[in-house]
């Protein structure tokens, strides 16, 4: 099955036509649409592109699959809001996150009742979408208390960073940002407010984006770019890999974030138990 990325990268450079204005539209390196396109081409077994020394164009081919691709992509989208919004008036509580970790956690240990969303929110939204009633339940790290909703600390996520083992003494278990000023790393592009931290904080960094886990783990695997990692970090996909690494804790005060639940009062008797299971395991996470 043909990625959604890879749909994405093609439709946007039938809108932007050169690879550079569609690296930037999707925010990603130019030699990364570059494997994708060519990745597109070898699984749909056709020519798309047309390449000379200096220019790349689609084919007529590759027109009508931009076409065909944009159509399926709104489809998709289509069909997600319709099952979105089935499930909205179903009686199930929908559970949404400003960041991925604590979601992770949640898939551990909430009821069937439950149904976790995996598309991250924005903060400002947080407030907007408990009242529509989009969400019951949202992972936020700010504390809410208004007349309509409120929030209980649930738990903190602790920031690492795994660097080779080759050029970090043995002994050292800590950092900071300062530390790490002016170096390489490679970032699983899906982390929510983690994204805004690392860029605010690590002076002169250099951030090698990752839109799929795979592609992520396989830079872990056989490169020396440091990456970071959680404290929940270890019940996500994106589980350790067998490197030369050692994980250091960032001490610094931005590198810890509390998380709450918030939900409008008048639903709390609802999900009291799942709050509860969901703050037991982050506390015995290790």
Not at 8 to 36: C, D, I, N
Not at 70 to 78: D, F, H, S
Not at 104 to 115: F, L, P, Q, T
Not at 137 to 160: A, K, N
């Amino acid at each position: 099955m043909i990625d959604d990325y890879l749909l994405e990268a093609l439709v946007a450079f039938a809108k932007y036509g050169t690879l550079s204005a569609t690296a930037e539209h999707l925010m990603v390196t130019q030699p990364t649409v570059t494997r994708g396109m060519q990745k597109l081409e070898d699984e749909l077994g056709v020519t798309l592109f047309k390449r000379t020394p200096n220019r790349i164009s689609l084919t007529e081919t590759g027109q009508l699959a931009a076409k065909e691709a944009e159509k399926l992509l709104e489809a998709k989208q289509a069909f997600i809001e319709h099952i979105q919004d089935f499930e909205k008036h179903s009686g199930k509580i929908r559970l949404g996150s400003v960041a991925p970790g604590p979601l992770y956690i949640a898939e551990d240990v909430a009821s069937e009742h439950i149904s976790i969303d995996n598309n991250l929110l924005s903060e400002n939204d947080v407030i907007t979408k408990l009242l529509s009633q989009d969400y019951q339940l949202i992972f936020t790290h700010q504390e809410i208390q208004t007349d309509d909703i409120e929030s209980l600390y649930v738990g903190t996520e602790s920031l690492r960073v795994n660097s080779d083992a080759m050029v970090v003494p043995a002994n050292k278990t800590e950092t900071t940002f300062q530390e790490m000023a002016g170096f390489s790393f490679v970032v699983l592009r899906d982390i929510g407010i983690w994204q805004q931290i690392i860029e605010d904080n690590i002076p002169n960094a250099k951030f090698i984006y990752q839109d799929e886990v795979d592609d992520f783990n396989e830079i872990r695997r056989y490169s020396s770019l440091p990456y970071f990692t959680t404290n929940i970090t270890h019940l996500t996909r994106e589980r350790q890999v067998h490197n030369r690494r050692l994980e250091m804790l960032i001490t610094d005060e931005t590198a810890q974030i509390d998380f709450y639940l918030a939900y409008l009062k008048t639903n709390k008797s609802q999900f009291k138990d799942d709050i509860t299971a969901i703050q037991t395991a982050w506390a015995n996470l290790k």
